[in-house]
């Protein structure tokens, strides 16, 4: 539990949100759980069996959200230099027929994949029905150009767990238990169902009975969908998709998963995909996570990075529960009823004084732009009044700096001196700020008036 614990008011509103959710949704049974700022504040259960509520521990299926953790293994291999996000498939898993697509592409589901495979439902089906990739692709695998647009495809992650099976040269299980499971201490977290665990159940859509639903194993589509989990489990992997976590995936590439890599979908939310992420909410995309789906199961992840929150929801239902619109609800509820308290400014440990000087107003011809110093040496450039083009950059070493974030992202910042030393202007990405508006004794591109400014006679 948190050193801070949620007020009582707080605890109980999410108690009443998911009361109502399983109520209404009419689901056997229904597992939460908050994190804020790292740490497992709240918990909470309803269920259809008296006196038996699961708790934190309970594994339900997790469907899709599995598709998070494959995106984790894809990544570590581009961080270790293994691959190229821009690399095709085909050059890492030859003979696919499919092979044009980028591993970017198949991360952000715009490689043109059909979302399911041909033949029988396979979340219901056998997987000794689709022993190969060529099963799982089908004859015509292509729905969409590829790289033209945003189009959710299961087969698209059966590939990338494949991928990572040849690069890896062992099956995707156990490297994801090897690599993020056991180093995060997601002990509850498996391919196949460990006591105690949930029972996966469809309701009648008119009437309060219901149907056990079978449990497939996926086979080929398992990097896809096959996960077993629990609310403490998947809020210590919410943890991760805030912060990071050096033994598995760096704070920077955790943030590129989060960053869209596909065009927003018209719908309720104003949605977008990063390299498996979903990202939902409005401008800024404040929530990000991912939701599943299997049958007898629905669950739902969402992380808000800027209130330090995140929720989890669980279920043992086919369908009628909004477990997404719960789990969102959550983090809701918490940052409206006890709002994040920013820590206490305090001043940079030590200061650059070479850097100190470049503070204050510059000027990209007559907009003005402020310098504002940052920890470790980082530098924030931005307009000084309303939105537009600024970054935050982290220093080179070398008397520059690069863009982080924002328009400047990628992009070189220097500090161009004079022959004695001071400060002739900023270079930034072909912008030249100077101290004064077109200030003449800078490069100004194009060059000023020699007659200066004037009034208009």
Known sequence: MSHEELL???RRSL??????????????????????????????ARTSVAGHAPDENVQYRIGSITKTFTAVLVMRLRDEGVLDLADPLEKHLPGTGVGEITIAELLSHTGG????TPGEWWERSSASLRPELADVLGEQPFKHPVGRRHHYSNPGYTLLGSLIEAVRG??????????????????????????PHAGGWAVHPWADVLLPEPTQDL????????LWSTTADLARFAVFLMEGDDRVLGVESVREMKRPAG???AGEWERTYGLGVDLIGGKGYTLAGHAGSLPGFVAALWTSEKDGLAAVTL????????????????LRIVAEAEPRIPEPW??????????LELAGPWYWGTSVFVLRLAADGAVVVGPLAGGGRGSRFRPNGDGTWTGLDGYFAGERLEAVRRADGSVSHLDLASFVFTRKPYDTEAPVPGGVDPEGWRGLA
Not at 113 to 116: C, D, M, N, R
Not at 175 to 193: A, D, I, K, N, Q
Not at 219 to 226: D, I, N, S, T, Y
């Open 170 to 195: 062992e099956p995707w299980e156990d490297v994801l238990r090897r690599e993020v499971l056991e180093p995060l201490g997601l002990r509850r977290t498996s391919g196949e169902p460990q006591a």
């Open 15 to 44: 108690t009443h949100r998911i009361a109502t959710a399983q109520t209404e949704g009419r689901a056997p049974s229904l597992v939460a759980a908050v994190v804020r700022d790292g740490e497992l504040v709240w918990t909470g």
């Open 346 to 355: 305090r001043p940079l440990p030590d200061v650059d004084q070479a850097v």
């Open 263 to 265: 065009p927003a979908e």
């Open 113 to 116: 994949l059909g979302a399911e």
């Open 8 to 10: 009582p008011s707080t």
């Open 315 to 330: 279920a043992n239902c086919t369908s009628g529960l909004p477990v997404a619109l719960v789990a969102a609800d959550l």
């Open 219 to 226: 086979g080929l589509m398992a990097p896809a969908g096959q």
